[in-house]
């Protein structure tokens, strides 16, 4: 075996070039300030949608907030790019209410809502037939009276969006043409998906009006919006009600605050955050979500959210439970991809994905499978969002059988019919210890689906067995060892 880990070496050798283009890219961005494109209001189908993530943000950020930031609002959008139905939960939600003896209400059915007609139209013409989980809960919270503030957290895909669009909806007083809405997104393309729910939600109302607060929708200077509801990215969301006093703050009635887990990840979001909170009067609803609720995102939240009801709803677990996980030993790349062939002569497998820890790997790995005749996807850093969702959509369709991909593109992916799981890499933090989570994340599966699964790591160094001893004592379950040129016992493992 040998004794170093080239892979470590190609990382660090990797992001050292990244960070480098990164740095080129944001000067390259700063020169090119926008030279003031005018669109107004309804800038939905004018807007470039498909903006690179990077190029997001209000201001520039120190750029470790940005990566961070980045990649947690790249790996929201996909999430909801890809998704195409709503995430059940086998869990109860837990509420924490500010109030203790007021009575707790849940609804079972929309119409116990009493929703404007027109508003329940257009939540049965997105397909919902009944409360998700937490919108059980949350909706009749939020809907309440006097209004109620509200901080909710549950995992991405349990219907935190279409709760608070519906809330907003039902909350605009159609006589008053001027703000009365305000929701802060992260990022300009969350800020854009948020938005196209409100309008397909909002579609039979057609007196509710919609304002992008965005860059690049730019408005005459001392202009008032008429529009009922507003919905951008911190910044301009700031310069909107201050500078350039398009909005009154003081007539704002709900302030909805999202994503605030990938908010928080660059402190400039967080500060302008707590400054708008900070002009709204204090009968506004204030209503904040999150897919996840660290220290951090709960510090923030107690900022912006007085005197709060608090609704959250445990993720479903993933569990090693089904899987069987082996590791072959090898001794380079080529031996890897030798033993990777073998296990593919010897078993059929409707679905593989393949994790490897740089991207060059990945492209080289997925160029050499192709010539050997796979159809396979490669997911690949440099892409922007929308194409890896398309990757992952047409890896979904069964339009290939083998996604090739680096961690960081695929966490958050969950494709129910992977039936094996190769690390050709073992999953590695930065420091070069194991990541079990991430381990845990790529082959684990949720108890719920309970399909077995196969994984079959690749050690390729001593570096690489101690990490793969630390993985298995860390979830204390034994991974056996694989003799990939003998192909009975390849078989064997596969039934
Ligand atoms: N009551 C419902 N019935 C059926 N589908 C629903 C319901 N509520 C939401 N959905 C759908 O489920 C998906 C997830 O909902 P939504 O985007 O609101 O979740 P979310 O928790 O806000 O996720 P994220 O944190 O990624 O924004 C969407 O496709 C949405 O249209």
């Not at 909107?240 to 887990?261: M, Q």
């Not at 955050?273 to 204090?282: A, N, V």
């Not at 050499?368 to 005749?373: A, I, M, P, R, T």
Request: charged letters at 30%; hydrophobic letters at 35%.
């Amino acid at each position: 075996m040998a004794t170093d880990s080239w892979a470590l070496a190609v990382d660090l050798q990797e992001s050292a070039a990244e960070s480098l283009s990164n740095l080129k890219l944001k000067e390259e961005t700063s020169n090119a300030e926008p030279k003031e494109a005018t669109v107004k209001h309804d800038p939905s189908d004018k807007l470039d949608k498909t903006a690179k993530l990077d190029k997001s943000g209000d201001n520039l950020e120190v750029k470790q907030d940005d990566d961070d930031k980045e990649d947690k609002a790249a790996q929201s959008l996909l999430n909801k790019l890809i998704r195409s139905n709503l995430v059940q939960s086998t869990h109860q939600v837990e509420v924490l209410q500010r109030d203790p003896n007021s009575p707790l209400y849940s609804v079972k059915s929309f119409e116990e809502l009493h929703l404007k007609k027109d508003l329940l139209q257009g939540v049965y013409g997105m397909g919902f037939n009944r409360p998700s989980k937490i919108q059980e809960t949350a909706l009749p919270m939020m809907l309440a009276e006097p209004p109620q503030n509200l901080i909710a957290q549950s995992q991405s895909g349990t219907g935190k969006t279409a709760a608070f669009v519906l809330a907003m909806l039902s909350r605009v007083d159609l006589s008053q043409r001027h703000p009365q809405c305000l929701c802060l997104s992260p990022t300009y393309e969350l800020a854009l998906q948020t938005g196209q729910v409100i309008e397909q939600m909002g579609k039979y109302c057609p007196d509710i009006k919609l304002a992008y607060a965005v860059r690049g929708n730019r408005l005459e200077k001392g202009q008032k919006i008429s529009e009922q509801i507003v919905i951008g990215t911190p910044g301009t969301v700031m310069d909107w009600c201050t500078k350039l006093r398009f909005i009154d703050t003081k007539k704002i009635k709900v302030f909805v605050l999202d994503e605030a887990d990938v908010m928080i990840a660059t402190q400039g979001h967080q500060d302008q955050s707590i400054r708008i909170q900070r002009m709204l009067p204090k009968d506004c609803q204030m209503l904040l979500f999150s897919a996840t609720f660290e220290e951090s995102v709960w510090k923030f939240a107690q900022k912006v959210v007085p005197e709060p009801n608090i609704i959250k709803l445990r993720r479903e677990e993933e569990t090693l439970d089904t899987i069987k996980q082996y590791y072959v030993l090898c001794d380079n790349k080529e031996e890897k991809y030798h033993a990777l062939c073998n296990i593919y002569g010897a078993i059929t497998i409707a679905q593989a994905m393949i994790f490897c820890h740089t991207r060059k790997t990945a492209g080289w790995l997925a160029a050499e499978l192709s010539k050997e005749g796979h159809q396979v996807a490669l997911l690949s850093g440099e892409m922007m969002v929308e194409q890896r969702a398309a990757v992952i959509q047409r890896f979904r369709d069964g339009k290939e059988k083998v996604l090739v991909t680096t961690n960081v593109c695929a966490r958050g992916i969950d494709v129910e019919q992977v039936s094996v799981v190769i690390n050709f890499d073992l999953p590695v933090d930065k420091d070069g210890n194991p990541d079990c989570e991430t381990y845990l994340h790529r082959i684990g599966r949720t108890g719920r689906f309970g399909k077995r699964g196969l994984a079959i790591n690749m050690v390729d160094s001593k570096y690489s067995m101690n990490i793969l001893n630390r993985i298995q004592d860390h979830f204390n379950k034994r991974i056996e060892k694989l003799d990939t040129d003998d192909l009975d016992e390849i078989e064997r493992i596969a039934n």
